[in-house]
């Protein structure tokens, strides 16, 4: 049995001085002992052991000893230099500053389409070398530039207990996320930190099987609002809406939701009380796409819902075409190891393209609108649109709030003729 790295260091340190001084025939004894215990060729163990430990005077006063174990230091030029990581970060920074597995199959994709547009200037050689890059060099290159924010909201649901025992409950197990049309949605206050008074609703729906998402804000959570906003939902999402799953709030559990989803043959379930990873999907996705780019101020009144509902038409271009995200393929668990495999990062986009139920029609009306895209310019206009929701923003303890939109000036509906459906 050869001997560890370490071992052979040990050895070589106890026999280098034995060899040195034993005569020839001897030599050969401890050399053979040598080279079958660590498994070192005959010549090169020779001269680790004439060298290990030896002592040569160079100058007076001067004296250098030999060591086996020292490695000469090579001198090797940094494959991705400062040019290359300056365009790494750019485009990190239009990527909304992804992680490494989730940008780098998007880099071969997207560099092309900001070089074409103007948005990255670089030569040939570091655009290869960025398009070629993988995620554990983009984590390391990139680890000066990221800083992680984190910030909890609360919950607001209130249970509606009409018709609550009539509507089924459904897990997060027990829908098919193989077929798009099967839809969580949720809720997201925009209440500044005081649930006192009405405010602004983002209406969050994500699709199980491709991730795709939309946004609506709604004046306040009233029923009717919300009723209405699931009904755009529905005519923006590029298939047919098939499920529904909701939280056990009363602006969802309700006779005119229920019938609705009814006559048009939706399956309506709701998730379990106290259970939020029953809505794991869009509960995600509160805080990745609502409260990311829209934050946590109080926003009351029609021009704030206005703004909220171009902010969320900006936000539904940006992460459905150009936001990848990984799937839980496999889990499995060892004791109290838990091992888990993900799938490729893919965009939204991409699973929906990928998928056997859309119909080539739909497809080809996404990949028309996803030619005319630049994520640079999307990146600009969530910006702009933010610092408008900064003014806008209403004080808790400054003016009297504003009052909320009347039904006929809801901002969507106003411009509901000229909004697209995919």
């Known amino acids: 049995m050869r001997l560890t790295m370490h071992e052979r260091k040990t050895v070589t340190k106890a026999l280098s001085a034995q060899y040195r001084r034993a005569r020839k025939k001897e030599k050969g004894d401890i050399l053979d002992t040598f080279v079958e215990s660590t498994g070192y ?38 494959e991705y230099g400062p040019t290359v990581v300056k365009a790494l970060t750019k485009v990190w920074k239009i990527m909304d500053c992804l992680c490494g597995k989730r940008l780098a199959p998007m880099l071969p994709e997207v560099v092309p389409r900001l070089v074409s547009r103007g948005e990255l200037k670089a030569s040939k050689s570091v655009l290869a070398k960025l398009m070629r890059m993988s995620a554990s060099t983009i984590d390391r290159l990139l680890a000066p530039e990221r800083k992680k924010q984190r910030v909890k909201g609360r919950s607001q649901t209130k249970p509606g207990t009409l018709l609550k025992q009539q509507i089924p409950v459904r897990t997060f197990s027990q829908w098919d ?20 008074g009405e405010y602004c609703q983002s209406l969050d729906a994500t699709d199980i099987a491709t991730g795709w998402s939309e946004q609506i804000a709604v004046p306040t959570k009233a029923q009717c609002w919300v009723f209405e906003a699931i009904q755009e939902m529905r005519r923006r999402l590029p298939f047919a809406l098939l499920g529904l799953d909701s939280d056990n709030g009363g602006e969802f559990i309700n006779q005119h939701l229920a019938g609705y989803c009814a006559e048009e043959e939706i399956t309506f379930t709701r998730s379990r009380p106290g259970r939020k990873n029953d809505n794991c999907y869009v509960e995600q996705k509160n805080w990745s796409i ?73 497809k080809q009306r996404l990949t028309a609108h996803y030619a005319t895209l630049n994520p640079a310019a999307l990146k600009r206009g969530i910006e702009r649109l933010q610092k408008q929701l900064v003014k806008l923003t209403v004080r808790l303890h400054g003016e009297a709030p504003v009052r909320p939109a009347p039904a006929a000036d809801h901002p969507w509906r106003r411009k509901a003729g000229k909004r697209k459906t995919g």
């Open 290 to 362: 609502v409260r990311r780019y829209a934050g946590y101020g109080r926003f009351e009144g029609q021009e704030a819902c206005t703004v909220l509902n171009e902010l969320h038409v900006v936000t539904h271009d940006y992460v459905n075409f150009f936001m990848p995200s990984m799937k839980l393929v496999e889990k499995v668990r060892d004791g109290a190891r838990v091992t888990k495999r993900y799938d490729k990062a893919q965009t939204p986009y991409q699973r929906v393209m990928a998928s056997p139920h859309i119909d080539s029609a739909t």
């Open 41 to 78: 060729n005959r010549v090169y163990a020779a001269r680790v052991l004439r060298g290990h430990g030896k002592r040569v005077e160079v100058k007076p006063g001067i004296v250098l000893e030999g060591d086996a174990n020292a490695k000469a230091k090579r001198e090797r030029e940094a």
């Open 177 to 196: 996320d193989a077929r798009p049309g099967f839809v969580e949605v949720d809720l997201v206050g925009h209440d500044g930190g005081s649930t006192a």
